[in-house]
């Protein structure tokens, strides 16, 4: 298995670009999650998914922030417009089901500069 | 909501020293305790996990002890490699809900 594949690896925007990050978790798993990290805050939850529907959003930051999994192997997390604050490593994991202590797997994260 | 303490937030150790990473939780409901490794540049991997029914788990040089009543756990890394150096997450779960994590140690193991 070649676990959970994001993309880009890195990206360097100008401030009020739109950003959008790929997702492509383990198969089997029906479970998604963003999250982005930084020094200041460490790992926060942004968003997950169960079965490709979204549960529970409340760490998205603000309305510039979205997040879409049109399929069970596929999610994106958009930012519109982006702003240096956004500047942070952005990781997505999945797990075979939230909520039943299943492990979580990371992908190895897209690291954003917003300039 | 949960809400997860770790200490310390950075450690040094010599080689084949024992190490110690403890963290408290809020909510005596959670059932599930997590911790990851993070290499510098790398994604988080999980290294070892305890559940509230259990008091401790040990696989190889790691272990961890989970004391309930007190709403604390802890992670043991004995004799310590310089490849244990990294930064640890511990976290914690209701079960039903997804982990919060505690905001990571940084530990050094000198050579």
């Known amino acids: 298995d070649a676990g959970v594949i994001q993309s880009p690896r890195h990206e360097v925007t100008e401030m009020g670009q739109e950003v959008t990050l790929r997702c492509k978790p383990i198969s089997g798993h029906n479970s998604l999650f963003w999250y982005r990290q930084t020094m200041m805050r460490g790992l926060e939850l942004l968003i997950y998914?169960?079965?490709?529907?979204?549960?529970?959003d409340s760490g998205m930051p603000e309305d510039r922030f979205s997040a879409k999994m049109p399929n069970a192997s596929f999610s994106t997390l958009k930012i519109q417009p982006s702003e240096p604050r956004d500047s942070a490593v952005y990781f997505c994991a999945s797990s075979l089901e939230a909520g039943d202590n299943s492990p979580l797997h990371f992908g190895n994260g897209t690291r954003l500069t917003v300039t | 909501g949960e809400n997860v303490e770790q200490h310390p937030s950075t450690l040094s150790v010599q080689e084949g020293d024992s190490a110690v990473i403890k963290c408290t939780y809020s909510?005596?409901?959670?059932?599930?305790f997590p911790w990851y490794k993070q290499e510098l540049g790398k994604r988080p991997q999980l290294i070892i996990d305890?559940?509230?029914?259990?008091g401790e788990k040990k696989d190889q040089r790691i272990a961890v002890t989970l004391n309930k009543t007190a709403k604390h756990f802890s992670l043991h890394i004995t004799e310590t490699q310089p490849e244990d150096s990294a930064v640890y997450f511990c976290a914690a779960s209701l079960g039903y809900s997804t982990l919060t994590f505690g905001k990571g140690t940084m530990l050094l193991v000198s050579p």
């Open positions: 305890i559940r509230s029914n259990v």
């Open positions: 998914f169960n079965n490709n529907v979204p549960i529970d």
């Open positions: 909510d005596s409901a959670s059932n599930y």
